[in-house]
Every structure is written in structure tokens, then in C-alpha cells.
């Protein structure tokens, strides 16, 4: 794409299609749906960590009135153990059944072990407390430390660690090793003239997203099966589901209800294959909703981390080696997102010698579920803790040092490819720039700088444009929309077509009437799904030609396509979109495009935040007084958004770094399952964000498109970690930095 | 919770009438931000509920020479926005002001903070601190008792079954005498406290201190009058010396809990912060009044 191309409806702030029925409180959300007849489900859960199942009858419950059905593991056809697709985060069939109704074993506080299904939640509510459960509690494994110890209580007896050289012999709770290299690493240290290193600690923090998990589901007598629910995925939804049942893909619809955030919590099932079972057994429509409670137990949470990380650098500045280990929760199951954090630790940097070496590591919390940009802020976190420390014992501003050092076009990334064109000296520059960078800071503040680097991804997006006979039309994309995405959609489809984009309706499809799409994630429906959007919207155009052609009698190729108008180029005729579609049904009947794609070529985004901090040295309280947020966008189609994304991506970072923890007693047992003592940040908590657009186009896209949606979580760990570390003169290497932790590093106690 | 049977009386004999002519468990309701979350957690136990907003006395305040007189039901957002009383007793205002939300305080009211009679109470310390006094009502008659006597425990006061709090009573401060209520969560708002402190100090003309209360709260069972930490500013001219010592008092009275909240060591250290931030602010606000 030419990077001066001048766009008519791109690059302007919408109203957003859907924002009349959310601010009216008309949108319909996960919970929303009731059918006639429908029943309640209820989940029993685990009140242990870790704990054997020794007896478990539910026959007392299932002979209370009013209960319908009950289910347990006993009721999922055997499964087998195959990987699944699950958005961003991995799970095996075989775990997923595991998860979602405990077999055998209880592997963490809130983990489901019985479902019930009555006529009213009350009523399902009492009959769980008729479940005969008796358990042979066990020792959690509450951290990797505990978990990679000799003798360490095993979670699962079968699991033996894949990618070491000799296969081991005795079950581990380490799933997975992994290493990526580049260069000589040894070479690379001897080499340097300074060294810095560090370890690092992240807790387990929850996406947080307002809206707790719900659907309703109806299993026909005649298999014709629905589901409806909150999800960022209704087609992964629908392979998971219809798997664990045994199903076929084509006797399951699951439509995407509105969603109230999912930030990668809502790319797995918990509630919909269990909702489904106690349908099938009742031969009712079954509602599900999860109490907050439930939902912080049970569902979500991002790893928590330990980190070793180490650099090296000339006194000119030059980093000749970067290492790292990185051990990641994954949770009850295997599945963290170490790989990525491996992948995405150094990538900012374009230096000869790395290695890397990360371990995937099961415990007794909920298995961890994607959390925007897995597993890159908490690895991003012990790297550019380092970077600022580094430029300090340089004498160099952390900028500056960044540039010297930065990744551009051509760079070797650690885990493949080389990169094309990305921006992250542009971010860096625009950083450098900033008003924010220029202000002094007062007495008791401190500044942070951090980089970010997030791949992206493209994938298969369905898409298909119905033109109405007056000129209007109805977008069909698959790709539920989170962050304001129909929006954009809306708008790339009237840049290809030339009209007004208010004149085009974007919908959500379900999985039967738009063809298979992959979920939002991966920062890709904007670039995807937008691209899909665009090719369907050219498939438009071309047809509108060829009926103007045909009604003139000229070939396609005489006919232009100007603003929404066919003109004649071998006459003066003009035919306008809207007269086109009236007259469709005398040149082969109604007009609609189609987009099907798997698109390639997602551009990474990097980002760059400034933080600046004020300590209240007394009592350890972090305020953060000023903060910006840099980032390519490649092209923002909707820039208002795009700066939603960006102000969204650093609150929940700084959310993260300052307050957010899951905080368990000795016995496992979660102690702040909610929303009062799993501090997020509250709006009166923040200074605006500021946000600076960079744009550096994707020249994979037609418009210039990155995806936007997850780099801004990874910078703030670090940024908020080192102005704290910066005010107060003391080695910062744990989060969250709450207001008892930063007093006992003023302290000294630390 | 089941409610099985709603009661709005109209007026405080019903309402007393009410609450102790029934075999169900029965509980008063003013705004009902603690008894409905409390009661979504105890299943299935039936509740009647005595709703006393309906009643208009419960609902209103005076304001003259001889003090406040405070209807426990009004909800903070109105009682945040009188200003005559926020002159004479900033500190209750400014606790009131700092219970949950805007949301919330259009129906949390203080006679149910305080009934509630949580030790991280905001507005418990506040009220000790000026003095103020419970008037209770029940079938057996009215009695008076002070804020710090109400409370005996965690979620426990001195109310028998059948009784309820009808007013809140404070004695006008004279000039020179003022309060003042900090606490400290770790965000800006929708928390519990960690700590709490609330501070009335008198001053007389020449700047000295002649009487003080020192009220802190969320550091022990109970939220505690310290009267060591008053006496330590009692006498001076609040000086920095004397309000460290008060601090250091208040953090010595403090039994404070270990919690996902908070260790006992910060709590205690925090206490004495606030106490200490609390008595300037007092101090500035009643040089001001003088
Ligand atoms: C989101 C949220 C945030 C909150 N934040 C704070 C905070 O920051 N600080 C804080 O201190 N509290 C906080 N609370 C708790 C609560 O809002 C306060 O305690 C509030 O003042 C209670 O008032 P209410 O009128 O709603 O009481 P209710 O819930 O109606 O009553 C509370 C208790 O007092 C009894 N009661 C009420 N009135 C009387 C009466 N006249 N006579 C006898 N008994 C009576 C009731 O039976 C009940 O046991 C918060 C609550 C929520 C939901």
C-alpha cells in the first residue's frame, strides 16, 4: 500500500453502531436470554486445593424436588486427548473435560465437581448441599518454586516433562521445557562490560472483565442443539462443546451474545458442554450464570511468574547478550503462556547472543486461561526492569538506550522470522518527544520507561456483505466484537465501497449464518476480519460494476467505480450504488459480497508507556500522577478506539503492578475472590492516560492495519515498576507494589 | 435470603411494635447496603425485614445551640451535602463522604454503618472523636448511650432484640473545637479501611489545646477511643513533638489483625500515620473556627 493514501471515512471517530443499545441498557449480554420452560444450573465446587474424590452421590440431590438433572465428569463420553482451539490459550480436550467437571481428583479451590440443573436457582442452590462429597485432602503446590522442588506433591501422576534431553522417568509437575537461541551466549557476556541481573516475581492476577461468565443452552430431542452465550469465540465455543458431547459441528449452533470483556478469559468453555449435559438429561433449555465469586475461583486468571533474567552491555551502550529463565503457572493443567514469553521477552531488542529457557509449571490454582498479550507482560516486566537499570549503570537515558539497541526492519527475532517494517523507533521517538518526557518530576516521584512487543495474528475470518434493494446493507462478520471492532468493520467496508459508512449495518453472525471465523484475539479482527470486510466489500463493488455494465451495455471494464457511483468511461452515464440495488432484481437478482480468508502477514505491534509515580514514603501508597501510552497502530481505522485500547491495555498493566494479586491462605484456599479485595484500578485511582497514535503501516493489510488490542498491557508492569523503583531508591522485584510491600522496601524490609 | 415479609412502618412505635411480635428472625433495614449483601450469603434462612425509611423522623436532622440531633436512616449523599453541618463537623462529613460510592451513598446511611457496628466502620471513629451519643429505642423504653460504649464486638452492639436506634445526638462544638477523619485503602475509594483515625481537638485563644479525642478504627475488635493518645496532645500547642507522641500512643493501643488487608505491623504503623495527619488537619480547621 502507498503510506500517503488519503482515506474518505478512515481515520475518524464513529459513533459506534452498538452504542445506542448499550447505553440504553437494551444490549443483550450472556445472562440475558430466558426461553420458555428454561431451568437453572448450579455448580458444586471444590471448598480444597488439592483433594482425592473418595465418595461422591448425588443421590439425595437428585431426589430433591424440583432438581432436574445432575451432572458429573461420569456424563462426558469418553474423551480423548487431543489439542483443541481455544483462541490463544491451550488446553487439551482431555483437561478441558477435566476442568470443567473435576474427575477424581480436585485440583484447585472453586473447581467444579458436580452440576445440577432445577427449577429455580434457589431450589438447585439447596440441592447442591445434598451432594454426599467426601474428600482425602492433599498438600498444595501453590508455586513453581514449591512445584519444580524435589519431593513435591505431584499433581498428576502421569505427566512426565517433554523437551529434555533424556526422557524422564518419574511424573513432574513441570509439563514442558523449552529453550529458544540465537548467537553465542557466553560469547555475548564476555563481551559485556556491564552486567545486570535480577529475579523477578508476578502474582496471579484475573482479566477482570465486569461481565461474569453465562448461557443458555437447548438440546433438541432431535440433536439441534444451541448455545448462547458470552464468549470471544462462538465458533471455538462450538468445537469444544460439540467434542466433549460428541456432537456434530453442524447439529450445534452458539450464538455470541453482546460481551462485557473478555481480555482472553472468554477463548475457553466452562459453563456451556456442562449447561448442554443437563439439558440433554432434563430435556429443558438450562440457564447458567457464575456468581463473581465463581468467576475469580474458577475461570481466567494470567500466570504467575518467576523470572531470572541477565544482560550484558558495552560501555557504548551496545547489548551484546541477553538470558532469561522463566517459570510460568500454568495452573491445575499444562498450558501456560511460557513460549510466549519466552518468544516476546527480548524482542524489542536487536542483539546477537540470547538465550532463553522457559518451563511450564502446574499448581493448584485455576488453570490459567489467555490473558491480552499471554504470557509477554510478565517476561517484558524482568526485561525492562533490567534495560532501566542498565542505563543508569551506562549513564544513559533509557530512551536513548533503547534506540541505540532497538529492533527495526531486518531485525532476527529469537523465535524465527526476521521483521519486516515495524515501529518501534517511532515509538520510542515519539516517546522521547513527548511533552511528559520533557516535565520535571517533584519531590517523592519517580519515572518509568518500558518497551513492548507483541506479534499479532492473522487467521481465517468469514465474511459477507448483503446489499438491500435501497442502497443499504448488512455486514455478516463472525468475530464478536469487544472492543468497538463493528465499528471499524462499518468503516472499512465504506472506504471500499465509497459510501457512507451509517449506511451499512455490521452484525455478529452465529456459527450458521457466516462461515467459520476464529475469535477475537490475538489483536486480529480489525486486521482480519477487516480484511475479510474489505474483500467482501470489493466483491460488492465488482458486481455493482458489472450490473451497470450489463444495463448499459458496456463490459466491467469500462465501468469506474468512483465515491459510490458507476460511471461510463465510454459514455456519461452514471448509476449510483443505491440505483444499482434498486434495479437488482432486473440484472440477476440481489447483490451480496463475500470475503473468506485466511489472512497472513500480521504486523507486530510495540509499544512504549511513561510512567511517573508519587510515593507517599510514610505508608508506601503509589500514586500514579502522569502516564502515556505509545503505540503503532500501523493505521487507525478508528482512532478513538484505538486509543481505548491503548488507555485499557495500561490500566489493567497498572492495575497488575500496583494492587492486583490473588492472595491464598496456607491451606490454598483463595482469600480475595472479588472485586473488593482483588483491587483493579477504579477510575478516581488513574490521570487520563494519554495516548500518542504512531502509525507505521502493515503493508499486509489494504489499509496499513496492526492489531492494537494487546501491547499496551505489556509496557506498564515495568514502567509502573521502575518509577516506584525510581522514587524510592530501592530494587523493585515483585509485584503487585502495594502499599505494605513498597513500605518494607522503604524500610529496608523488602 | 428469603424475605418473606416486608414491613414499612410509618412511624418509630409500629416500627418497635414490629420488631418484636414475630417468631421469624427480624431484622431493622435503613439503606440496606450491608443487610442485603449479608443476607444474599446466609442461603436460605427466611429474614423479615423492618424497613425504617418510611418513617420521617428516621429521615431528618436539627441543627441548633444545643448540638446535632441526626435521624440514623438519612443516606449520605444528603447528609454529605448539609453544609451547616459540615461546618461544625467536617470530620463526620468528610467519613460519610468516604463510604463506597456515589451509588452507595444514596443509600448507606450512618445509623447503619454504625449499627452494622463493623470495626472498619468509617464513620464510628468519626462519631466517637465529637462525642456523640446513641439514642435507643424499644418496648421497654428509651435510653442514651455513648458511640463508644454502642459497639461491644465485631458486627455486635449493646441493642437488645426489639430495640433500634432512633437518633444520633452531638453536642455543638464551641468555637476552637473541631474534627477531622482520614483512613487509608490502598486505592481512592470503593475499599474498606485499612486504618482509621478520627480527631476532635478544642483550642483555646492562645493556640493551646484544652480537649481532645483520639478515635481510631479498623485496628482492633472494636474501633477505640485512645485517651493516652488525647492526653499526649492535651496541654501543648499540637506541636510536632506532641503529635508524634499521640501517634506512637495510638499505635501501642492498636490490637490490629493479619489479614489479606493488612499485617499487624502495618496497620499499627499506619494508625499512628493517620492520627498524626488527622490532629493538623483538626488543628487548622479549629484555628480557623476561632
Ligand atoms: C460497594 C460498597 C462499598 C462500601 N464502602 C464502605 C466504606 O467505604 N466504608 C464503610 O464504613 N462502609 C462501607 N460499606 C458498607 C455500608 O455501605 C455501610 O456500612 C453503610 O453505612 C450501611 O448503611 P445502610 O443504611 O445501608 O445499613 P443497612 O444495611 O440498612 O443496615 C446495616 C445494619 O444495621 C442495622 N440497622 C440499620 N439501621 C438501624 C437502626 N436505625 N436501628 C437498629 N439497627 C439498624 C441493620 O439491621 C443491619 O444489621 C460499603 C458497602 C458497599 C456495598
Known amino acids: ?537 470489493e466483491d460488492v463493488v465488482a458486481q455493482m460494476k458489472q450490473r451497470a455494465a450489463s444495463m448499459w451495455n458496456v463490459t466491467a471494464e469500462q465501468v469506474e467505480w468512483v465515491d459510490g457511483v458507476a460511471l461510463n468511461t465510454a459514455g456519461e452515464d452514471r448509476l449510483s450504488l443505491a440505483e444499482i440495488c434498486a434495479g437488482a432484481d432486473r440484472t440477476g437478482g440481489q447483490i451480496s459480497g463475500r470475503g473468506n480468508i485466511n489472512a497472513r502477514g500480521a504486523g507486530p505491534s510495540f509499544a512504549v508507556h511513561l510512567c511517573d509515580v508519587e510515593v507517599d514514603k510514610e505508608t508506601g501508597k503509589v500514586d500514579v500522577v502522569r502516564y502515556t501510552a505509545v503505540q503503532d497502530a500501523g493505521k487507525a481505522i478508528h482512532p478513538k478506539y484505538v486509543e481505548g485500547q491503548y488507555q485499557g491495555g495500561a490500566v489493567q498493566g497498572i492495575g497488575w503492578a500496583l494492587n492486583e494479586e490473588y492472595i491464598y491462605g496456607a491451606d490454598g484456599l483463595l482469600e480475595n475472590a472479588g472485586f473488593l479485595d482483588y483491587r483493579i484500578p477504579v477510575a478516581s485511582d488513574l490521570p487520563m492516560i494519554d495516548a500518542i497514535i504512531v502509525e507505521v503501516p502493515n503493508k499486509f493489510h489494504p489499509y496499513g492495519v496492526r492489531g492494537v488490542g494487546e501491547s499496551g498491557i505489556i509496557p506498564p508492569l515495568a514502567a509502573v515498576g521502575y518509577a516506584v523503583e525510581n522514587a524510592i531508591g530501592v530494587p523493585v522485584t515483585d509485584l503487585p507494589l502495594s502499599p505494605p510491600r513498597v513500605f518494607n522496601l522503604i524500610q529496608g524490609k523488602g | 435470603m428469603a424475605v418473606v415479609d416486608y414491613n414499612a412502618p410509618q412511624s418509630v412505635q409500629e416500627a418497635v411494635a414490629l420488631l418484636s411480635g414475630s417468631d421469624i428472625k427480624t431484622k431493622v433495614m435503613a439503606g440496606g447496603t450491608d443487610l442485603i449483601i449479608q443476607s444474599k450469603s446466609q442461603a436460605v434462612e427466611p429474614l423479615r425485614v423492618v424497613d425504617l425509611k418510611h418513617i420521617a423522623e428516621m429521615m431528618s436532622y436539627s441543627l441548633d445551640d444545643g448540638g446535632l440531633s441526626l435521624g440514623p436512616c438519612m443516606c449520605c449523599a444528603e447528609f454529605t451535602a448539609l453544609h451547616d453541618v459540615e461546618t461544625l463537623y467536617p470530620g463526620l462529613v468528610e467519613a460519610a463522604y468516604l463510604i463506597g460510592s456515589t451509588q452507595v451513598q444514596g443509600r448507606a446511611s450512618i445509623g447503619g454503618n454504625l449499627c452494622n457496628s463493623s470495626p472498619a466502620a468509617d464513620t464510628i471513629p468519626a462519631l466517637i472523636a465529637i462525642g456523640a451519643k446513641c439514642r435507643i429505642v424499644g418496648a421497654g423504653g428509651e435510653r442514651t448511650v455513648a458511640v463508644e460504649d454502642f459497639v461491644t464486638g465485631v458486627g455486635r452492639n449493646c441493642m437488645q432484640s426489639g430495640e433500634l436506634l432512633q437518633r444520633i445526638l452531638v453536642a455543638r462544638p464551641a468555637p476552637g473545637s473541631r474534627d477531622a477523619y482520614l483512613r487509608f485503602i490502598p486505592r481512592t475509594e470503593m475499599d474498606i479501611a485499612v486504618a482509621g483515625a478520627g480527631i476532635s481537638v478544642t483550642l483555646d485563644s492562645q493556640g493551646v489545646c484544652t480537649a481532645a479525642r483520639v478515635a481510631i478504627g479498623a485496628v482492633a475488635q472494636t474501633a477505640l477511643l485512645v485517651a493516652s493518645a488525647a492526653d499526649a496532645l492535651i496541654g501543648t500547642q499540637l506541636d510536632d513533638a506532641s503529635v508524634a507522641k499521640a501517634a506512637a500512643a495510638a499505635s501501642a493501643a492498636a490490637s490490629p489483625i493479619t489479614d489479606r488487608r493488612g499485617t499487624i505491623e502495618f496497620r499499627r504503623h499506619i494508625v499512628g500515620v493517620l492520627v498524626k495527619r488527622a490532629t493538623l488537619i483538626a488543628k487548622e480547621r479549629a484555628q480557623a473556627s476561632l
Open chain 1, 1 to 537: 500500500m502507498s503510506e500517503a493514501r488519503e482515506f474518505k471515512y478512515i481515520g475518524q471517530s464513529t459513533i459506534r453502531p452498538d452504542g445506542f443499545d448499550k447505553v440504553t441498557g437494551r444490549a443483550n449480554y450472556g445472562a440475558d436470554l430466558s426461553l420458555p420452560g428454561m431451568i437453572w444450573g448450579k455448580i458444586l465446587r471444590s471448598p480444597h486445593a488439592h483433594a482425592m474424590i473418595k465418595r461422591l452421590d448425588t443421590s439425595r440431590a437428585e431426589a430433591f424436588p424440583g432438581v432436574l438433572a445432575v451432572a458429573t465428569h461420569s456424563d462426558f463420553p469418553s474423551v480423548t486427548d487431543q489439542a483443541i482451539e481455544s483462541g490463544e490459550g491451550s488446553l487439551t480436550l482431555l483437561d478441558l473435560a477435566r476442568n470443567v467437571l473435576a474427575k477424581d481428583k480436585v485440583l484447585y479451590h472453586g473447581h467444579a465437581v458436580v452440576a445440577i440443573a432445577a427449577k429455580t436457582s434457589a431450589i438447585a442452590e439447596q440441592a447442591l448441599a445434598l451432594i454426599d462429597i467426601e474428600y482425602e485432602v492433599l498438600k498444595p503446590v501453590m508455586d513453581v518454586r514449591e512445584a519444580m522442588a524435589a519431593g513435591a506433591p505431584i499433581l498428576h501422576p502421569d505427566m512426565f516433562t517433554q523437551g529434555l534431553a533424556e526422557k524422564p522417568t518419574t511424573a513432574s509437575n513441570v509439563a514442558t521445557r523449552l529453550e529458544y537461541k540465537m548467537g553465542d551466549i557466553e560469547a555475548g557476556f564476555k563481551d559485556a562490560e556491564v552486567v545486570v541481573e535480577r529475579e523477578f516475581y508476578t502474582p496471579t492476577a484475573h482479566q477482570g472483565y465486569i461481565e461474569p461468565h453465562a448461557c443458555t443452552v437447548r438440546y433438541e430431542k432431535d440433536g439441534q442443539s444451541m448455545i448462547w452465550c458470552s464468549t470471544q469465540g462462538h465458533f471455538d465455543v462450538r468445537a469444544s462443546t460439540a467434542k466433549l458431547l460428541g456432537l456434530d459441528l453442524g447439529k450445534l449452533k452458539v450464538i455470541a451474545s453482546e460481551i462485557g470483556g473478555g481480555f482472553g478469559g472468554k477463548t475457553t468453555v466452562y459453563l456451556e458442554p456442562v449447561a448442554l449435559i443437563l439439558s440433554r438429561k432434563s430435556g429443558r433449555p438450562v440457564k447458567m450464570i457464575m456468581d463473581r465469586d465463581e468467576v475469580f475461583k474458577a475461570t481466567g486468571p494470567g500466570s504467575a511468574t518467576r523470572s531470572w533474567v541477565k544482560i550484558g552491555a558495552r560501555k557504548d551502550g551496545t547489548i551484546t547478550a541477553m538470558q532469561g529463565r522463566l517459570a510460568y503457572e500454568a495452573g491445575a493443567f499444562k498450558g501456560s503462556p511460557v513460549m510466549m514469553g519466552c518468544m516476546t521477552a527480548f524482542t524489542p531488542y536487536a542483539v546477537s547472543n540470547m538465550y532463553i529457557e522457559g518451563f511450564d509449571v502446574v499448581v493448584n490454582k485455576a488453570k490459567v486461561a489467555a490473558y491480552r498479550a499471554p504470557g509477554a507482560p510478565q517476561a517484558e516486566f524482568a526485561v525492562e526492569m533490567l534495560v532501566n537499570e542498565l542505563a543508569v549503570k551506562l549513564g544513559r537515558d533509557p530512551i536513548d538506550l533503547r534506540l541505540q539497541n532497538a529492533a527495526k526492519e531486518g531485525t532476527q527475532t529469537i523465535y524465527g522470522p526476521k521483521f519486516k517494517r515495524v515501529g518501534l523507533v517511532e515509538c520510542l521517538e515519539a516517546a522521547r518527544d513527548s511533552k511528559h518526557y520533557q516535565q520535571a518530576l517533584a519531590a517523592n516521584q519517580g519515572r518509568g520507561v518500558a518497551a513492548g512487543f507483541w506479534f499479532n495474528v492473522g487467521g481465517q475470518s468469514s465474511v459477507h456483505i448483503n446489499m438491500n434493494p435501497d442502497g443499504t446493507g448488512t455486514i455478516v462478520e463472525g468475530s464478536p466484537d469487544i472492543g468497538g471492532s463493528r465499528a471499524s468493520m462499518q468503516m472499512m467496508a465504506a472506504e471500499a465501497m465509497g459510501i457512507e459508512p451509517g449506511r451499512l449495518k455490521p452484525i455478529i453472525g452465529d456459527t450458521e449464518n457466516v462461515a467459520f471465523s476464529a475469535g477475537t484475539g490475538g489483536s486480529r479482527t480489525t486486521f482480519a476480519t477487516g480484511m475479510a470486510v474489505i474483500e467482501a466489500a
